[in-house]
């Protein structure tokens, strides 16, 4: 909930406060007693909040109130990163305070109202809010935090009004397209979320945010074609929109352009500190191409930044995987799997290492546990019956594919597996049954069969079936 700070350096610029706060910062490691004018402790202190660097913005408020006490930009800044340390009883303290020196200001009632939602109160927010708008002559932030607050009590439909007239106030706030986005998405409405963006595009068409917003409503339905083109209309607006960058190569990825993707995310870390999250989706971009050195490199890279993010220990697993480098690929996945216990993925991968391996029993009991945590997985039922096909256990693996049946009877690629294991059982006549299932579930499918039989008389037999069928 962090106030928003636009165009707020109008006396000094980025290199002015550049050097002031190189400034403040020795004359505080000399333990000496920083003194600038009032403006630019303030320009100080929205400076470093800007920066995230909140020590410093608060040691900025501090010094400032010592020399300007009655500085209520200082105050609210201060207020605020109190608010975000979860100080409120002395963030309360501050604004009674204030009050005495400025009575009746609406940014003082807005911090008031910030303070009842950490709290909990929401409703008595909402109070505070709607008289503040009644008197406030910038209501933008007023509406986006009146937003938040109805959407904590499940009052979506008036959220997304609260939103919408933030929105009208021209606001340039990406949460809070970001929250109205997530509000639509809560009501399944995302039409109604295309719908409103598109009238704001008619309306402005180098609306960027409305774009990035379009392309999000696009991605929650799955509509990745259409989302990678209102992402792509995002960043022609403004190059620099890193976020719209990110989003396109998220929806890259999922239309399997991996090249693209790969530039996409390449393009978010040109523009924005590196992040685990980025530099996997990088990786996971790099990993698709099989270009696997740079893709081990930026899944190490995330781990290095946040040893505790299981996908990129994962990710580097997979890699080694793929490499056929078996046993330190177990090392890695093990790794993710003690970071995060409850991913089937990680399991999965697991079970086919140790598969690959020849060790049965470890194989099949990662299998299992992957087979609990997502038994809608139709790959963890077909790679474990695999494990027992491969050692001749035939029955066995049919009793696997089958269990996958009961758990996802609409997967055709169970029903083709399961015929092939009944054909090397020699039960010819629950054989055609799976593979007729099969046949309707999804006649495409059918060309895995001929992966796992070299006899031609069992070919030809089963090109005849499946012919009869067509026909």
Excluded at 437 to 443: A, P
Aim: aromatic share 14%; hydrophobic share 40%.
């Amino acid at each position: 909930m962090n106030q928003e700070y636009n165009d707020q350096f109008d006396e000094f610029n980025e290199a002015t406060l550049a050097d002031a706060a190189k400034r403040f910062e020795s004359m505080i490691s000399k333990k000496e007693s920083p003194y600038f004018n009032e403006e630019m402790f303030e320009s100080l202190a929205e400076y470093y909040l800007l920066k995230g660097k909140f020590e410093l913005a608060i040691k900025a408020c501090n010094y400032g109130l010592r020399h300007y006490p009655h500085s209520l930009d200082l105050i609210l800044n201060k207020v605020q990163l109190l608010i975000n340390k979860f100080d409120l009883e002395e963030a309360t303290d501050l604004l009674d305070k204030a009050s005495i020196y400025h009575p009746s200001d609406t940014e003082i009632e807005y911090f008031r109202a910030v303070i009842c939602m950490y709290s909990g109160e929401n409703e008595k927010a909402i109070e505070i809010f709607r008289d503040i708008l009644l008197i406030a002559q910038e209501k933008e932030n007023i509406y986006f935090q009146m937003g938040m607050a109805l959407l904590n009590i499940g009052s979506i439909d008036q959220s997304i009004e609260a939103f919408k007239n933030a929105i009208d106030c021209d606001t340039k706030n990406e949460m809070v397209y970001n929250e109205l986005v997530y509000a639509f998405e809560v009501q399944s409405r995302e039409d109604q979320g295309i719908a409103y963006f598109n009238e704001l595009i008619d309306t402005d068409p180098y609306n960027m945010l409305a774009w990035y917003s379009l392309g999000l409503c696009y991605s929650n339905l799955d509509l990745f074609e259409k989302a990678e083109g209102a992402f792509e209309y995002a960043i022609a607006i403004s190059d620099d929109f890193s976020t719209g960058w990110y989003n396109l190569g998220l929806s890259q990825m999922n239309l399997e352009k991996f090249g693209p993707a790969k530039e996409s995310f390449e393009n978010t870390l040109r523009l924005e500190e590196p992040t685990a999250d980025v530099l996997t989706h990088l990786g996971a971009a790099h990993e698709k191409l099989e270009e696997y050195a740079d893709a081990f490199k930026h899944y190490k890279s995330a781990s290095v930044i946040d040893e505790f993010w299981d996908d990129a220990w994962f990710g580097m697993s997979s890699v080694l995987y793929e490499q056929e480098k078996f046993i330190e690929s177990i090392h890695y996945v093990k790794k993710a799997i003690k970071l995060n216990e409850i991913n089937a993925d990680y399991w999965l991968l697991l079970g086919d290492n140790e598969s690959k391996l020849g060790n049965i029993i470890s194989a099949s009991e990662s299998y299992q546990k992957a087979a609990e945590l997502d038994p809608a997985n139709s790959d963890i039922w077909l790679n474990w019956s695999l494990l027992y096909f491969d050692n001749e256990k035939y029955h066995r693996a049919f009793e696997i594919v089958y269990e996958g049946i009961e758990e996802i009877p609409e997967d055709a690629d169970l029903y083709f597996r399961a015929t092939v294991y009944l054909l090397y059982e020699s039960n010819f006549n629950e054989a055609y049954k799976y593979l007729q299932e099969g046949l309707i579930l999804d006649y495409e499918k059918h060309v895995q069969l001929y992966d796992f039989f070299s006899n031609l008389d069992t070919l030809k037999a089963l090109q005849r079936i499946i012919d009869q069928f067509k026909k």
